[in-house]
């Protein structure tokens, strides 16, 4: 799907003003984060790192909606883009910590499950 920068600059006005992002806002990055992710998946071995690090891509995205300057930018989804991307490389970086650290899976991560189907032919 597309996500017309306007729409999307219009969205986060909105939310500011709200104090608080809109359902169309929330679908928007999720968007973002699902159709960006499929460009890094190949660069993971199994699904549960893969989808930790989009996981933190997306929190990220969602963390930081607000820092968008309106006023100094014109295109939400470059910046956008550029959140999830650091998210997911701080996401890998902290992954790496820890299985250095860590001989055990965590517990306590919440995963996208559409991504499952892609790992099952690795």
Same mark, same amino acid.
């Given at each position: 799907m597309y996500i017309d920068d306007? &729409? #999307? =600059?219009?969205e986060i006005i909105l939310s500011k003003g709200k104090g608080k992002r809109t359902k169309n806002l929330d679908n928007m990055l999720i968007l973002?984060? @699902? $159709?960006?992710?499929? &460009? *890094?998946? $190949?660069? +993971?071995t199994n699904s549960i790192d893969f989808q930790s690090c989009c996981n933190q891509? =997306? *929190?990220? #995205?969602?963390?930081?909606? @607000? $820092? *968008? $300057?309106? @006023? @100094? +930018?014109?295109?939400? *989804?470059s910046y956008f883009t550029e959140i999830f991307k650091r998210g997911i490389a701080e996401g890998y970086g902290e992954l790496i910590l820890w299985k250095k650290n860590s001989d055990c899976e965590p517990m306590n991560m919440v995963y996208f499950t559409d991504y499952e189907e892609r790992f099952k032919d690795k």
């Open positions: 306007r &729409k #999307m =600059l219009y973002i984060s @699902k $159709n960006l992710s499929l &460009k *890094f998946i $190949n660069r +993971y891509g =997306l *929190f990220r #995205m969602l963390l930081y909606w @607000k $820092n *968008f $300057n309106e @006023k @100094k +930018y014109t295109s939400p *989804f």
